[in-house]
């Protein structure tokens, strides 16, 4: 198949979306009531509440400032008896630190889930991300590197996790073309057109790769006269991908703002879980980090159509926010 062979594993099955996709690979792993999963604090909400519906309790950790990817050193401070797998996100194209990931599941026996739903193209030591744990997962919603519309992708080299995702995704059915089911499963199936518009974007990828890191090298050759906006130092064990286009500032919601009057979208970062209403009062720890990078962070115009005019004129008003001279 043609997305296992990109991502370097032997099976992917493909689902409705990245949720659901996480979801089924809890189950196939059999994590549910009783395990905790530990994930990071900064991340969109379907990671926690893809664990929340496998019946497990998602256990947050803190960031690293460098990556804005979950830090192995706090994971390490929440592990216990009841945690059964680790679910490392690949923040807006960003791996995490797979390889201390890697070597704490090792060390504690646990599984690992990728969350790499932001991830298509991102390598870690040269290997693609959501081909590094027991099992990986991706999106290809509409404002994904590439997209279907809708839609997700389970990645595993495990034959047995392959296997029970299938049946998980198709109403509990063990055979094809039978309506004998010995599993209750879901309707999670992805479409023959998604299917058909998703090899198309497989051919367009390494371009929508090139475009993705132009823009945000000219974003930074830009701002890089600027103190007060700063990119993420990232990792060099990693061949990110730029999926959205991230900077540090004093006040992201002023920028937005002057931004969005001059006609440039713009959005705030994830909003930390530990702060998200639906989840109030679950957790009572600090997460200073996240809390921290937030409060400062701001995701610019990051679509592979954009042009040089547009990402100069981009800088520019920020540029003029911030008070200096023109570009």
């Given at each position: ?111 690992v889930v990728e969350d ?128 959205f286009t991230n900077i ?21 970062f994830f909003h930390p ?55």
């Amino acid at each position: 198949m043609k997305f296992a062979e990109l991502v370097g594993c032997r099976h992917a099955v493909a689902v409705n979306n990245a949720t659901a996709g996480l979801y089924c690979c809890l189950k196939a792993l059999g994590v549910g009531a009783g395990h905790e999963v530990i994930i990071p604090d900064l991340t969109f909400i379907a990671t926690a509440n893809s664990v929340i519906w496998a019946g497990a309790t998602p256990v947050l950790a803190d960031i690293d400032e460098n990556t804005f990817n979950i830090d192995p050193a706090s994971v390490e401070e929440k592990i216990s008896s009841r945690t059964r797998a680790l679910m490392p996100v690949h923040l807006y194209g960003q791996s995490a630190d797979m390889e201390a990931i890697l070597a704490i599941a090792r060390r504690h026996g646990l599984v690992v889930v990728e969350d790499a739903a932001q991830g298509v193209g991102a390598k870690f030591q040269d290997r693609h991300v959501g081909g590094l744990g027991a099992v990986g997962c991706f999106s290809f919603y509409g404002n994904k590197t590439i997209t279907t519309g809708q839609g997700g992708m389970i990645t595993t080299d495990d034959e047995q996790i392959q296997r029970r995702c299938l049946i998980l995704k198709n109403h509990g059915r063990t055979e094809k073309g039978t309506f004998i089911h010995h599993h209750i499963g879901y309707n999670f199936c992805f479409t023959d057109l998604q299917a058909a518009l998703g090899l198309a974007q497989l051919t367009r990828l390494d371009h929508i790769l090139e475009r993705k890191r132009n823009s945000i090298e000219l974003y930074r050759a830009c701002l890089s006269e600027l103190e007060t906006v700063r990119f993420p130092a990232g990792d060099p064990r990693c061949d990110a991908v730029p999926w959205f286009t991230n900077i540090l500032v004093d006040d992201p919601g002023a920028l937005g703002a002057h931004l969005s009057k001059a006609g440039v979208g713009t959005r705030r970062f994830f909003h930390p879980l530990h702060r998200q209403p639906c989840y109030r009062g679950r957790w009572s720890e600090e997460f200073p980090t996240t809390d921290r990078v937030y409060g400062q962070g701001l995701s610019l115009p990051s679509s592979a159509t954009l042009t040089e005019d547009q990402i100069v004129f981009v800088c520019q008003e920020i540029k003029n926010f911030l008070g200096f001279k023109k570009l």
